[in-house]
């Protein structure tokens, strides 16, 4: 590759990421940062009908944290040479981490004094069931191939026992709640809490670009994922953006490689930043 075509890239790939940077101040926060990695087979059942394989592996606080597993299985049916459709399920193990939640007021101490309450829960793993329909139209302009994966996506979350300490503290503590007050009826109780079951639906919409260069054999893209979720009206649960570029081994393998940025609303998940590594191949 020439030092124009090199030139080319570098400029194509700052473009993107200006262009696909979030208008919220939420970039300048101070996020989670992961490792996200995916593994991915796929076996051609016919010329149209493809059975697709999924592990995937994500890391918080860099790499010191597990904070998630996941195994899945799709079937994708190819219409025509631009649209496609699939189909399938996916089983999640997600980390929660310990969570202290403020309470309200909890009554008087023996001197009169006003008392508050929080509760620590600790860390626990939940489990998830999620299943999901989709398609995807794929078009060229010029070199750049665009694609539009629309997905709707059902996730069932398994009740979990979590373990819960409960505080007490006084107005004079307020900056500084986590040094627990003892009253002798509430200091630090344990309990069990049984988090119920629940469900969720959403609205996936991905659009992805890819430069094709010629005679190259890496491919540079970016994609923003809007996430709605569709039992409750809030807005849009979160958005995804990523940039990096793939790299064809040869016709049955690819690699590729990414920066993530996610950035919520509602979602309960943290927003924060990943680099993503995936390997793809064909059996």
């Known amino acids: 590759m020439n030092s124009k075509s090199r030139t080319k890239i570098a400029a194509y790939a700052a473009a993107l990421t200006l262009a696909l940077l979030p208008a919220s101040n939420t970039m300048a926060q101070s996020d989670d940062f992961g490792v996200w990695t995916t593994i991915d087979a796929k076996k051609k059942l016919t010329d149209k009908l493809q059975l697709g394989i999924e592990g995937e592996l994500r890391t918080v606080d860099g790499v ?56 620590v829960d600790h860390e626990y793993w939940e489990k998830r069931d999620r299943f999901y329909i989709g398609a995807t139209a794929d078009w060229k302009v010029g070199r750049l191939k665009f694609s539009l994966r629309e997905r709707l996506q059902y996730q069932y979350t398994h009740s979990a026992l979590v373990y819960e300490d409960k505080y007490v503290y006084t107005p004079a503590d307020r900056d500084d709640p986590f040094s627990p007050v003892a009253l002798d009826e509430d200091a630090s109780k344990s309990d069990a809490e049984l988090k119920e079951g629940k469900h969720s639906t959403l609205l996936r919409s991905r659009l992805t670009v890819k430069w094709d260069i010629k005679d190259c054999k890496i491919e540079p893209f970016a994609s923003v994922e809007l996430f709605t979720r ?36 509602s979602s309960s998940s943290p927003a924060g930043h990943a680099i993503g590594v995936g390997y793809s191949f064909e059996l």
């Open 230 to 265: 569709t039992d409750e009206w809030c807005g849009h649960d979160k958005l995804r953006y990523r940039i990096g570029a793939e790299y064809k081994i040869d016709k049955k393998n690819d690699l590729s490689i990414y920066y993530l940025y996610q950035d919520n609303h």
């Open 64 to 119: 010191s944290e597990i904070d998630r597993r996941a195994m899945g299985v799709s079937i994708s049916y190819k219409f025509t040479k631009w649209l496609k459709a699939d189909v399938g399920y996916v089983y999640i193990d997600s980390y929660n981490e310990k969570e202290t939640k403020l309470k309200g007021y909890a009554g008087e101490d023996a001197s009169g004094t006003p008392v508050f309450n929080y509760n």
